[in-house]
């Protein structure tokens, strides 16, 4: 596949992404590399990648826990005082070898290590492939608040190497799904069309699509870096997606959702606020709710759940003036930003999703 | 005194700077002001700050404790909860009202919440005014590896209000001079010479030699912003400095130094090296050891204390592939960078000082 040039770096796919990665590596004098991998990468993933690097330079391994729950200040904190144990300098790499929670905190690390240091993302789940790894979003949560912590700083490459995925789990093949369908449904209705007739997640089928996805994500983020406009349309879904995996991550009595099933949830019922503020045709509406809930299920909310929820869009990173702000669908393939919603409507959104 | 323009900002003096602050806030739309103070300015200085703001944006208070202790992760963790539990969003802006730590840190703070809001510092100590608060660094310590953690990004503006120094201990100024005295060493032998026939450290007769030092700093700044090459100069007397700061800091044994008083012991220390390496006349050096140490007395060292110092200097920011390299004068008014000294030099420097 094609690499992919975006604002002040390239996507790599595949065997030729390690070409690339050892060309950059020869080229740029690295005094040391670190690459960060969790439990999960370090097993599944690390052992390809090192037999793919092709190069002099002195590498350490920097190990943090898997999961959302460790995408933590306290987490930075140990992967800093490794690096400075470690005898980490401004020269150095960091090459972040993992899912999103890897890729968004390590480029985080990267950017504040001594005022900066350079980073590769190398996305190992699907998720991390078309979304996280590509446009320059770094982060950590603070408390339950979702990237609440970050900078916005582009890597120097990014590598997709899509056999990764072998070993991912069916649970977050879906998940990465969700930010598929999202690019489609904001950007490409043909995109859309063939998504939902995919018959299988199987990773070698999926390469192509993943291209495309990259493709419609990265032409976001190269007309629009800091968000300032046409970005916040890759938030559809998000304002909403986002309060309730936050709020399931912080009530253990609610089921775990992982970051694409919440945004799913998310996009149903901002497919609803769409139809009532911006034009969405009904059937357009049914089509996404049907197609999501094929593939995501249902999640069950009490009327307590969603009270909280609402209360939870405050944080929200896109709000100003105490103002909920959404991206919402005119139709399949076209989206609005900016738009203000009525707190009824959001109460009518949870009760047309629950049917 | 006329402003300063800078990259993306301009530093503005005296009562000037209060009405260039109040046209800012009624042009910007922020949508809350959140001011950070430390126990002492929250004292000293925010009555004054407060009644010359002309604003109708609703504004809250956050305090820290004072003090380089307090430069952490820590009490960065406690203003983004803080600035999170207030409601603040990305149009928000933050002004840090203080001394080095309050902006360094504040800086910091308002650079990565929700990745990144605007900011403007109000330095309040004469080490602030001539240096931290102008020229983008930002950052908090790590354990005791001073500033380890941070982001290069500029404020929106700067305000110098002198008539701050009027609380601040004589110490306090002293500390501050010796940027000052570097900022001739580095670029101007005549405003070195001047300095050094200081009679006082009154606030009110430092003025326009705290608006030349701003200038001959932020010109640096303009030229490499990013500190690839020229801005090293102004790490002169700063890496064996900066390890004796962190030293002295993180051994309860050691006396107190203000970061002044580490630079003084270091440029002293530094002048030998550059005697030894770039042709420093010793003429010079020895006005440049009888000035500072007429100002700052003399910091005492054992053989363990000096070692451990050597060691620290592996921390330094400005190192890669385990090489120290020093900034260096070749005479009073010109510096070069990116000098390597051998381990014995150093050894020298140290008897040197100590005689």
Redesign the interface.
């Known amino acids: 596949m094609k690499s992919i040039p975006s604002t002040s770096y390239s996507v790599h796919f595949n065997e030729h992404c390690y070409k690339e990665l050892n060309v950059y590596l020869e080229a740029s004098n690295f005094?040391k590399i670190f690459i960060l991998v969790d439990t999960n990468t370090h097993t599944h993933c690390l052992p390809k990648f090192l037999s793919n690097i092709d190069c002099d330079t002195a590498f350490e391994i920097i190990e943090m826990e898997a999961g959302e729950v460790h995408k933590t200040?306290e987490t930075c904190?140990q992967i800093?005082?490794s690096l400075?144990d470690l005898?980490g300098?401004?020269?150095?790499l960091i090459i972040n070898l993992g899912g999103g929670v890897v890729t968004d905190l390590g480029g985080?690390v990267a950017?504040?290590?001594?005022?900066?240091v350079r980073f590769v993302n190398v996305p190992t789940s699907l998720l991390s492939m078309v979304d996280a790894s590509v446009g320059g979003?770094?982060?950590v949560d603070?408390?339950t608040?979702k990237?609440?912590?970050?900078?916005?700083n582009f890597s120097d490459m990014v590598l997709v190497d899509v056999s990764f995925l072998e070993t991912l789990p069916a649970e977050e093949m879906r998940s990465g799904l969700a930010e598929m369908l999202k690019h489609g449904l904001i950007k490409d209705a043909d995109y859309w069309n063939r998504l939902c007739n995919l018959k299988s997640l199987d990773y070698s089928e999926l390469g192509g699509l993943i291209h495309e996805s990259i493709i419609i994500k990265n032409e976001v983020v190269i007309r629009d870096p800091n968000e300032h406009g046409e970005r916040k349309q890759l938030n559809f879904g998000h304002t909403l997606g986002h309060a309730i995996e936050s709020y399931c991550l912080d009530n253990p009595a609610m089921q775990t959702l992982l970051h694409g099933e919440a945004i799913a949830a998310g996009m149903i019922m901002e497919g609803y606020l769409s139809v009532k503020t911006c034009g969405l045709p009904e059937s357009a509406l049914n089509e996404i709710k049907n197609t999501l809930k094929s593939i995501y299920g249902s999640v069950d909310f009490t009327e307590n759940d969603k009270s909280s929820i609402i209360e939870l869009l405050?944080?929200d990173?896109?709000?100003?003036?105490?103002q909920v702000k959404y991206a919402l669908l005119e139709s399949i393939g076209s989206c609005k930003i900016d738009i203000l919603v009525d707190d009824n409507l959001v109460n009518e959104a949870f009760l047309f999703y629950a049917q």
Chains 1, 2 share one sequence.
């Open positions: 005094s200040l904190y800093w005082k400075s005898d300098d401004r020269k150095s985080f950017s504040t290590f001594k005022r900066g979003k770094t982060g603070l408390g608040i990237n609440q912590i970050g900078v916005i405050k944080y990173k896109k709000n100003s003036h105490g």
